[in-house]
């Protein structure tokens, strides 16, 4: 099972100090991969406050190409060498507000797997298409177009664009419906057996035991939940 807290563009150096004196606390299992993906400029403060802790960092982007004249840009390499593990690609914040398309994440993704990232691969639908009853063929065609050519370190994350940060969750059964049309995508026309398959969306201390608990679900990407140490650790507790 695989635990990530999304800090997206929240918590100071300070705020990050105190939250890594609580991971001290935390009861690490060896049944739950964790990973923190805090604001770029402070991965390398974090990676040195938590590394011996068996909880990894990751960044919540990264660039197309391994270097160049990209101002204001991070390339998978810099992550990779302030001691990423993971990296998100296609959350649907920066679709929407940065205007990326399934074209670039694909080649973002790409970017990352040749820099030894494991790979958070987002997708979700606008509520539009499930009232429509096009939310499957939506995220089947946004899998299709973002997939890196190695599967070895993705992981997908299910997140329904209406579901984050609105209280709202699919219900569980369409949870585990997604997840399992998901699985059943990679293993029709991949061969692929263990995709892991994370949900996020509103995931809280309240509903993490039972979507957890789902059938298809692997685990969680966890946004404003995730900000606060104790509720994070409960949440990470519902995992274990
Ligand atoms: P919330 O948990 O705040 O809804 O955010 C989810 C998310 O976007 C994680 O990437």
Same mark, same amino acid.
């Given at each position: 099972?695989?635990?990530?807290? !999304?800090?997206?563009?929240?918590?100071?150096?300070?705020?990050?100090?105190?939250? @890594?004196?609580?991971?001290?606390?935390?009861?690490? @299992?060896?049944?739950?991969? /964790?990973?923190?993906?805090?604001?770029?400029?402070?991965?390398?403060?974090?990676?040195?406050?938590?590394?011996?802790?068996?909880?990894?960092?990751?960044?919540?982007?990264?660039?197309?190409? @391994?270097?160049?004249?990209?101002?204001?840009?991070?390339?998978?390499?810099?992550?990779?060498?302030?001691?990423?593990?993971?990296?998100?690609?296609?959350?649907?914040?920066?679709?929407?507000?940065?205007?990326?398309?399934?074209?670039?994440?694909?080649?973002? /993704?790409?970017?990352?797997?040749?820099?030894?990232?494991?790979?958070?691969?987002?997708?979700?639908?606008?509520?539009?298409?499930?009232?429509?009853?096009?939310?499957?063929?939506?995220?089947?065609?946004?899998?299709?177009?973002?997939?890196?050519? !190695?599967?070895?370190?993705?992981?997908?994350?299910?997140?329904?664009?209406? /579901?984050?940060? @609105?209280?709202?969750?699919?219900?569980?059964?369409?949870?585990?419906?997604?997840?399992?049309?998901?699985?059943?995508?990679?293993?029709?026309?991949?061969?692929?057996?263990?995709?892991?398959?994370?949900?996020?969306?509103?995931?809280?201390?309240?509903?993490?035991?039972?979507?957890?608990?789902?059938?298809?679900?692997?685990?969680?990407?966890?946004?404003?939940?995730?900000?606060?140490?104790?509720?994070?650790?409960?949440?990470?507790? !519902?995992?274990?």
């Amino acid at each position: 099972m695989f635990v990530a807290a !999304n800090w997206k563009m929240n918590l100071d150096k300070n705020s990050i100090f105190e939250f @890594s004196k609580h991971l001290n606390n935390f009861k690490f @299992s060896s049944k739950v991969e /964790a990973c923190i993906f805090p604001p770029m400029t402070y991965i390398d403060y974090l990676y040195n406050l938590i590394k011996n802790l068996p909880i990894s960092v990751g960044g919540q982007n990264c660039h197309f190409k @391994s270097s160049g004249a990209f101002t204001g840009e991070v390339s998978a390499n810099f992550l990779k060498d302030t001691g990423c593990e993971y990296v998100l690609v296609g959350h649907s914040e920066r679709r929407i507000l940065n205007n990326e398309n399934n074209a670039e994440i694909k080649s973002r /993704a790409q970017t990352a797997i040749n820099s030894n990232l494991k790979v958070i691969l987002c997708v979700g639908e606008r509520l539009t298409d499930r009232e429509e009853g096009k939310a499957l063929e939506y995220i089947e065609k946004q899998i299709n177009d973002c997939l890196p050519n !190695n599967f070895k370190n993705l992981i997908i994350a299910y997140e329904p664009i209406w /579901a984050i940060g @609105s209280n709202q969750t699919p219900s569980l059964g369409e949870i585990e419906n997604v997840h399992g049309y998901i699985k059943k995508f990679f293993l029709k026309n991949y061969d692929v057996k263990n995709i892991c398959v994370i949900y996020g969306g509103s995931v809280n201390l309240n509903n993490s035991k039972d979507i957890f608990k789902t059938k298809n679900v692997d685990g969680g990407l966890i946004g404003g939940a995730s900000l606060k140490a104790d509720d994070f650790k409960k949440i990470y507790d !519902n995992l274990k």
